[in-house]
T-cell receptor
Framework: KAGVTQTPRYLIKTRGQQVTLSCSPI?????VSWYQQTPGQGLQFLFE???????NKGNFPGRFSGRQFSNSRSEMNVSTLELGDSALYLC????????????????FGSGTRLTVV | DAKTTQPNSMESNEEEPVHLPCNHS???????IHWYRQLPSQGPEYVIH???SNVNNRMASLAIAEDRKSSTLILHRATLRDAAVYYC??????????????FGQGTILTVHP
């Protein structure tokens, strides 16, 4: 079956612009979460959506936002881009039912490499 | 989130077994132990997880200490494709865990031909 698909794979933006990244989860998965990976900070959790509702959020400024559609596809948006937002953005999906969490694994996409200049 | 401690790096030879340790002395009774790995230029890949009993799958085995304060990921025959960063992660129940995997620095595994 198809894996987690993230688009685009690469993106170059200018400081101050905004960007929207897309993630299509594995068919049937309703939980989608987003991560930022940088050399200095490693992998950091951004937020998680389940059935179009944000259930959890990491410690990122309000410039980072997301949403999930009824078909479970998700987008994340970063407004007023800063140089420090340059990173690999990863999306992960899980088939865990609503309440069961710890006993399920996550499938990650290959990420979107964002460069802010 | 409960913390895990892993060695920064390990080396192995191809075709040999690899034992990757993880300490998690503050693990709670409901925390699952998960392992992920990340190959260069790819997103993390789920490897295995367990709660109390040892677990096996097609990729690896997970050995969990009786007191659950440590665990070991076992790759039975390392290949060059196993060279990656391996992350040991604790997953708890509750709303603060929704979607959240807390990645540490992981162990960089180098496999020599």
């Amino acid at each position: 079956k198809a894996g987690v698909t993230q688009t685009p794979r690469y993106l170059i933006k200018t400081r101050g612009q905004q960007v929207t990244l897309s993630c299509s989860p594995i068919s049937g998965h309703r939980s989608v979460s987003w991560y930022q990976q940088t050399p200095g900070q490693g992998l950091q959790f951004l937020f998680e959506y389940f059935s179009e509702t944000q259930r959890n959020k990491g410690n990122f400024p309000g410039r980072f936002s997301g949403r999930q559609f009824s078909n479970s596809r998700s987008e994340m948006n970063v407004s007023t881009l800063e140089l420090g937002d340059s990173a690999l953005y990863l999306c992960a999906s899980s088939g865990a039912p609503g309440q069961a969490l710890a006993n399920y694994g996550y499938t990650f996409g290959s990420g979107t490499r964002l460069t802010v200049v | 989130d409960a913390k895990t401690t892993q060695p920064n790096s390990m080396e192995s030879n191809e075709e040999e077994p690899v034992h990757l340790p993880c300490n998690h002395s503050t693990i709670s009774g409901t925390d699952y132990i998960h392992w992920y790995r990340q190959l260069p230029s790819q997103g993390p890949e789920y490897v295995i997880h367990g709660l109390t009993s040892n677990v096996n799958n097609r990729m690896a085995s997970l050995a969990i200490a009786e007191d659950r304060k440590s665990s070991t990921l076992i790759l039975h025959r390392a290949t060059l494709r196993d060279a990656a960063v391996y992350y040991c992660i604790l997953r708890g129940a509750g709303g603060t865990s929704y979607g959240k995997l807390t990645f540490g620095q992981g162990t960089i595994l180098t496999v020599h031909p």
